[in-house]
C-alpha cells in the first residue's frame, strides 16, 4: 500500500522560512517524478513544485520567486519542500504527490491528473 506523509507545517510568522517533508512508502519512488500542490480554504488546487526522478530537474509556480526550493533524497524515500520569506497568501494545506516511474529527464508535470498518489497534507499557517 502506496502511502505519502507530509510534515513540517504548523503556524509561523510572515518573513520566516519553513521546510515540509514527505515520507514515501514507495516501491518506485527513486523512478518517480514527484511535486508539491497546495491548497487554500475555498480555493482550487494549486501548483508549487516539481522534480524529475533523479532530482536532476525541477519546475516551480510561475510566481515562486525564487522563495521555494523541491528537493528529495532517494535513498531515504523522502521529498523537501523550503519555503522562505514567508507570505500572507501562503498559508494552505500543502501536499506530496507522486507519479507513476517516468524516468523522463526532462518530466515536467504541472496539473494534478499527472499523478497518481497523494497524500494527506500538511497545515502551513502564517500570522503577521
Known amino acids: 500500500q502506496v502511502q505519502l506523509v507530509e510534515s513540517g507545517g504548523g503556524l509561523v510568522q510572515a518573513g520566516d522560512s519553513l521546510r515540509l517533508s514527505c515520507a514515501a512508502s514507495?516501491?518506485?519512488?527513486?523512478?518517480?517524478?514527484m511535486a508539491w500542490f497546495r491548497q487554500a480554504s475555498g480555493k482550487e488546487r494549486e501548483f508549487v513544485a516539481s522534480?524529475?526522478?533523479?532530482?536532476?530537474?525541477?519546475y516551480y509556480l510561475d510566481s515562486a520567486e525564487g522563495r521555494f526550493t523541491i528537493s528529495r533524497d532517494n535513498a531515504k524515500n523522502a521529498l523537501y519542500l523550503q519555503i522562505y520569506f514567508l507570505k500572507p497568501e501562503d498559508p494552505a494545506v500543502y501536499l506530496c504527490?507522486?507519479?507513476?516511474?517516468?524516468?523522463?529527464?526532462?518530466?515536467?508535470?504541472?496539473?494534478?491528473?499527472?499523478?497518481?498518489?497523494w497524500g494527506q497534507g500538511t497545515q502551513v499557517t502564517v500570522s503577521w
Open positions: 514507495l516501491r518506485t519512488f527513486n523512478r518517480s517524478p
Open positions: 504527490a507522486a507519479r507513476r516511474p517516468d524516468l523522463n529527464p526532462s518530466a515536467r508535470y504541472r496539473d494534478a491528473e499527472d499523478y497518481d498518489y
Open positions: 522534480i524529475s526522478w533523479n532530482g536532476g530537474n525541477t
